[in-house]
């Protein structure tokens, strides 16, 4: 089983600069779910969708869109990198009834 | 809303120390809690989970107990290891979403 797989792995942006971070889980998982996490901060839901089809913000949305394109994907994109953004990302995915979350590796994102 | 609160890290302790990390909630109806765990470079792994009040999840010599009177669920091992230095978040999961804690950097010495 892959479980939750996130790509890429690592990114250098310009400011200004645009793109979409992907995640796709293999689990048949409704929920899904886009973090960050800073130094000193923990981890930050950006984006989540509760089923296919639906998608909600999270405690720091701005500068973010998102798309669950079907079940098994749920997209995060950047329309135009800033600094701040610059951060390790988690995408995640869980089953209601059993509520445990699945990790990502991340994505370690640079914007210079 | 629901949150989390952790004690503030680093937690250093020698190899074989006792440890504690505390953690307390606040939720609205019956979240299920978690500890998670993440060692450097790598993204987030389940360390144990607690589904109802008196739980007590355990994994790995881990052991967190779902105390509902107290709404905490801290995270405890009777002998650390230097493999067990990491970062520990603290999580709990409602109706939709699952928040966490700020984590809680271990570090432990030879």
């Known amino acids: 089983n892959a479980g939750v797989t996130q790509t890429p792995k690592f990114q250098v942006l310009k400011t200004g600069q645009s793109m979409t971070l992907q995640c796709a889980q293999d689990m048949n998982h409704n929920s899904m779910y886009w973090y960050r996490q800073d130094p000193g901060m923990g981890l930050r839901l950006i984006y989540y969708s509760a089923s296919e089809g639906t998608t909600d913000k999270g405690e720091v949305p701005n500068g973010y869109n998102v798309s669950r394109l079907n079940k098994r994907e749920f997209s995060l994109r950047l329309e135009s990198a800033a600094p701040s953004q610059t951060s390790v990302y988690f995408c995640?995915?869980?089953?209601?009834?059993?509520?445990?979350?699945?990790f990502g590796q991340g994505t370690r994102l640079t914007v210079v | 809303g629901n949150s989390v609160t952790q004690m503030e890290g680093p937690v250093t302790l020698s190899e074989e120390a006792f440890l504690t990390i505390n953690c307390t909630y606040t939720a609205t109806g019956y979240p299920s809690l978690f500890w998670y765990v993440q060692y450097p470079g790598e993204g987030l792994q389940l360390l144990l989970k607690?589904?109802?009040?008196?739980d007590k999840g355990s994994n790995k010599g881990f052991e967190a107990t779902y105390r509902k009177e107290t709404t905490s669920f801290h995270l405890e091992k009777g002998s650390v290891q230097v493999s067990d230095s990491a970062v520990y978040f603290c999580?709990?999961?409602?109706?939709?979403?699952?928040?966490f804690g700020t984590g809680t950097r271990l570090l432990v010495s030879p």
């Open positions: 995640a995915s869980s089953e209601e009834g059993r509520k445990v979350g699945f």
């Open positions: 607690a589904t109802k009040a008196d």
């Open positions: 999580a709990l999961k409602g109706f939709q979403k699952l928040v």
